[in-house]
């Protein structure tokens, strides 16, 4: 039983709910966000015969590096208190707990051009598969559309250098291609179609698992729960925004982080305003502006000062764009990642 998947999906939702009801809820949070898996890793032939499994948990690497310390704490948690939903004891053991970080293709988005995205890059290769599969089984002439194909071919082949992907298609031309579906193992409609899906699959798979973690935005998680949450899913947005309302989301939400932050560091019996105005709780820039003149008081701090409330200032103005581009929101980013963590030296 232990080498279905589906029964260790079963097993780690009960353990999620039984490491909730026992209060451990770091282990319980990270199972939630855990991909598991299974596989034999020994056979005992006595009495028998007895299989012997080991689970694996995949995590993000930004989890696997927050608990490190705890993770051979966690296995062995895990690993005694599976033993309580195993439904074959007498002949299937679970022998070990692994958990480790997840390996994956990591994409630098902002190296498309300015006009391609994620999503379109994914409708490109759509089109061009469409293309190929018709003019094999009956559509279009070569001379038709080879141009078209050439075109798209090229954009796609671009595209997925620039990100460090490679490009599975290896036809330059429809002609490249006619050469190829003409060999025996290609005569049927099918075999041709079957082909091409098959062809492309895999770089599919890489653009399309590449998400949240995939735009490589330098940060360095706080440990402030909700601003971390807050920054990565600015990062997860602009990897698929295409319009002006997606772009002025992400600047909603790096507003909120700027609050959420400001929250955390300032006191109001200790920092005071420049002004005098006692900030209200979302007045980020007026909060952040007296923590920094407080924290780095003094004439030898002055460059260190005036830079991180410039920070401040680009930051909370971007964040307050309402006529906002990919460039606007891919800055904001930036200032924003920028602040937080420069509060966050400043804070320790």
Known sequence: MLEDINEVKKITSSL??????????????????ASPSSQEIAYDGWNGGTYI???LYE?????????????????????????????????????????????RQYINWNNLPDDVTKKSLLQQIET????????????????????????????????????????????????EWYGRWSQPDLKTYASRRSFI???????????????????????????????????????????????EEQFQAIGMLGR?????????????????????????????????DAFL???LSGGTNERQRKFAKASVDLANQLTHDRMATKKDAEICLTAVTAVVSLIKVISD
């Open 16 to 33: 999620i709910r039984y490491f909730d009801q026992e209060g451990n809820y770091a282990i319980a949070d990270l199972l939630k966000n």
């Open 53 to 55: 499994y080991g689970f």
């Open 59 to 103: 995590v993000e690497i930004a989890v696997y590096q927050k608990n490190r310390s705890l993770i051979p704490e966690y296995e062995r948690d895990i690993r005694d208190a599976a033993e309580l939903f195993l439904r074959n004891p007498e002949n299937e053991q679970l022998g070990a707990v692994n958990i480790r970080p997840i390996c």
């Open 128 to 175: 061009i598969k469409a293309l190929m599969i018709s003019v094999s089984t009956g559509g279009p002439r070569i001379q038709e559309v080879n141009d078209q194909y050439k075109d798209i071919y090229n954009q796609i082949n671009s595209c997925l250098s620039s990100i460090g992907v490679s490009d599975p298609n290896t036809f330059k031309d429809l002609w």
């Open 197 to 243: 899906l098959q062809l492309y699959q895999e770089a599919i798979d890489t653009l399309e698992k590449a998400g949240v973690d995939s735009y490589q935005q330098e940060y360095v998680p706080t440990g402030w729960e909700r601003v971390d949450r807050t920054v990565y899913e600015m990062k997860k947005r602009l990897a698929d925004a295409t319009n």
């Open 256 to 288: 909120e982080a700027l609050i959420t932050i400001a929250q955390q560091v300032f006191d109001r019996n200790v920092h005071k305003t420049e002004d005098g105005v006692s900030p209200s709780d979302t007045d980020a820039k007026r909060m952040l």
């Open 293 to 295: 003149s407080y924290s």
